[in-house]
């Protein structure tokens, strides 16, 4: 009897590390579904503990992959969800972790989730860049390994970009990766979908969302991270518009349902909710988007390359100790060949340090000559706004200063004014963006305005006809708000029209007939930005008259102006300043109450800012109308 009992103590000794690793792995492979379905979902804490358990499971079990997947999954739920800078902690405390115990595999996991990063911070270029760099250190090191994920995230930074070809390159490229999963498979259709809607056509983009609804039932019913998008441009398609609406507000919250509730808006006419909403997109894009944030995902970049370069440079390392140890005859061979590796890499060297410089003396050339030719963008853009004052020496009953700086060598804001049969025509507008693209834009809408007020049309008007213009073909989503405006001289009349642009202040004299004005910022009619949505119909307004009265317009680089510790200039110091501001009678020649008006508010910015880089272009107008 004691025998029969010792054996059977025995025997559970021996079954039960068995029993216990089964029961491990079957919670594993539980938790690592749990995963998958909490990843398309908001609930971050529900996220967190599923994964932080199943990476405590598989450290234990030995499941490196399962266990850097579960930890970059992390880092990837936070930047879709709640914040890119805890994500960016997450991801560098993977690749630190991976680089201290020498896993191949968690660097290429914290590259590919790195990268993802980067795409939705529109850091293109950089996410580019660690893709392919994962893609190959994947292959070269694991063969058998899907390399799916970083092929969609391809797919994904290129639709961004509108690189339609390479989006469909990249999907098939997904869908022949060994081992490729059913949600891989699943977005990859999606894009395509989605590439199909804005090359082929609704027609297409229905036949391919159809055949991927098949493939989804195949698989089991899943639900990939694409599906309620997929939702909201079929209804599109099929223009349902309210319903498109309500798809788009029930989208997770992030840059992404902004846009999409922003272009719904617009289809169902509502263009003030639209604007409103494009608005609330940019800030949030900002947001998220610090610099601080910027330069933490670029450094972590580099990071990673640092560590990979370190994991060859170590199997590189224990390779040659292990050759060094089969014998001396092959030491003195390997030494040899050192020696000859060693010289023929040092003439190598040599090589590439003279062209290294011949690289920098050519860099340092293509440096100075862009500069030049920014500088001569720079002359050709200020020559394109009127810039002799006064502006109409020949008359008495007009006192007209402007004054634009922009933020670097070219801007994206602008001003026009010219006198036709007795009448002024000016504007003033701000590109979105800053550089080179906002400059542009700038120039075509200069000539846009000054073409169509030509021909003696209001400003509603011409603010229409730019619109249409500038909407056709708009890739970059660059847009103008601008305040348009014609003045009759005889009776002071002002017609304008005001397209997203900030309110003006309108001066009144005061009842002490003191040389100071009471200000108040204009109310208007609250019209969509140019070049968002083509076929709106601007509302224009008027005012009886404006004569005796200073009219300031001003684009956001003087009221969001900010010094050192990001505090801005504000509407109410604006106020407050241009309300006390008169001109000593020794200063009222040569400057004229407009000229002095806008120096004032210029100094009062730059004493305000203190030398802080400026954060936009800033432009100042002010009209007297005698």
């Not at 010792?6 to 492979?29: C, F, G, K």
């Not at 340090?353 to 100075?368: F, G, H, I, N």
């Not at 020496?393 to 001003?415: F, H, K, Q, T």
């Amino acid at each position: 009897m004691y025998i029969r009992l010792i054996v059977t103590i025995l025997l559970l000794m021996l079954l039960s590390p068995r029993v216990m690793a089964q029961t491990d792995t079957a919670v594993i492979r539980h938790l690592e579904k749990e995963m998958y379905r909490l990843y398309n979902t908001t609930k971050l804490d529900s996220f967190l503990a599923v994964t932080d358990q199943l990476k405590e499971l598989t450290l234990k079990a030995g499941d490196e992959r399962l266990f850097y997947k579960a930890w970059c999954n992390q880092a990837l739920f936070y930047s879709r969800t709640s914040s890119r800078k805890k994500a960016l902690e997450t991801v560098e405390a993977v690749r630190d972790y991976a680089d201290s115990h020498g896993s191949k595999y968690g660097l290429f996991s914290s590259s590919s989730a790195s990268a993802s990063i980067l795409s939705s911070m529109r850091l293109y270029d950089q996410a580019e860049t660690l893709y392919k760099r994962a893609i190959d250190y994947l292959h070269r090191y694991f063969p058998d390994e899907s390399a799916a994920v970083c092929y969609l995230g391809l797919a994904k930074l290129y639709f961004n970009q509108k690189k339609h070809k390479e989006v469909m390159e990249c999907c098939d490229l997904a869908l022949e990766e060994p081992g490729v999963i059913p949600l891989h498979q699943l977005n990859a259709l999606s894009y395509k979908c989605l590439t199909a809607y804005n090359t082929r056509g609704e027609e297409e983009f229905i036949r391919l969302y159809e055949e991927r609804e098949k493939l989804r039932m195949q698989l089991g019913g899943i639900v990939g991270p694409l599906d309620r998008v997929l939702l909201v441009y079929l209804a599109e398609c099929k223009h349902e518009y309210q319903k498109m609406l309500s798809l788009a507000l029930d989208q997770p919250k992030g840059v992404d349902r902004l846009s999409l509730i922003a272009r719904a808006y617009a289809l169902c006419g509502d263009y003030k909710s639209a604007y409103k909403t494009y608005m609330e997109y940019k800030s949030y894009s900002d947001s998220v988007n610090t610099d601080e944030i910027r330069r933490e995902s670029t450094e972590n970049a580099l990071q990673l390359d640092v560590a990979r370069a370190e994991s060859e440079t170590k199997d590189l390392r224990i390779k040659n100790q292990r050759m060094w140890m089969t014998g001396g005859v092959v030491v003195g061979l390997l030494t040899i060949m050192f020696l000859t590796i060693y010289l023929l890499r040092r003439r190598r060297q040599l090589k590439l340090l003279r062209e290294a410089y011949d690289r920098l003396e050519e860099t340092t050339s293509a440096k100075e000559r862009i500069e030049s030719e920014l500088r001569i963008a720079r002359d050709i853009q200020m020559s394109m706004v009127p810039s002799v004052f006064p502006a109409f020496p020949e008359r008495s009953d007009i006192d007209l200063y402007a004054n634009m700086v922009p933020a670097r060598e070219v801007g994206g804001d602008l001003y026009d004014f010219f006198m036709q049969n007795d009448r002024l025509y000016f504007c003033v507008g701000d590109v979105s963006g800053k550089g080179v693209p906002a400059s542009m834009t700038m120039a075509v809408a200069v000539n846009l305005f000054r073409t169509i007020a030509k021909e003696g049309f209001p400003p509603e008007y011409i603010a229409t006809k730019i619109n249409d213009t500038l909407s056709s073909d708009n890739e970059n989503s660059l847009f103008v708000t601008m305040f348009i405006g014609m003045v009759d001289m005889a009776s002071g009349r002002l017609d304008f029209c005001n397209a997203g642009h900030n309110p003006p202040l309108l001066g009144t004299s005061r009842s002490d007939r003191s040389s100071l004005f009471d200000y108040r910022f204009l109310e208007m009619e609250s019209n969509a930005p140019l070049g968002l949505w083509p076929g709106v119909e601007y509302v224009g307004e008027h005012i009886d008259s404006i004569k005796g009265h200073p009219f300031f317009v001003y684009t956001d680089g003087v009221n969001e102006a900010e010094n050192a510790v990001q505090e801005q200039f504000g509407d109410d110091r604006m106020l407050r300043l241009i309300t006390h501001v008169q001109q000593p009678l020794g200063e009222r020649s040569p400057k004229t109450f407009a000229h002095f008006l806008v120096d004032e508010m210029k100094h009062a910015v730059e004493r305000f800012v203190d030398g802080a880089p400026p954060s936009d272009d800033m432009t100042m107008f002010c009209l007297v109308v005698k």
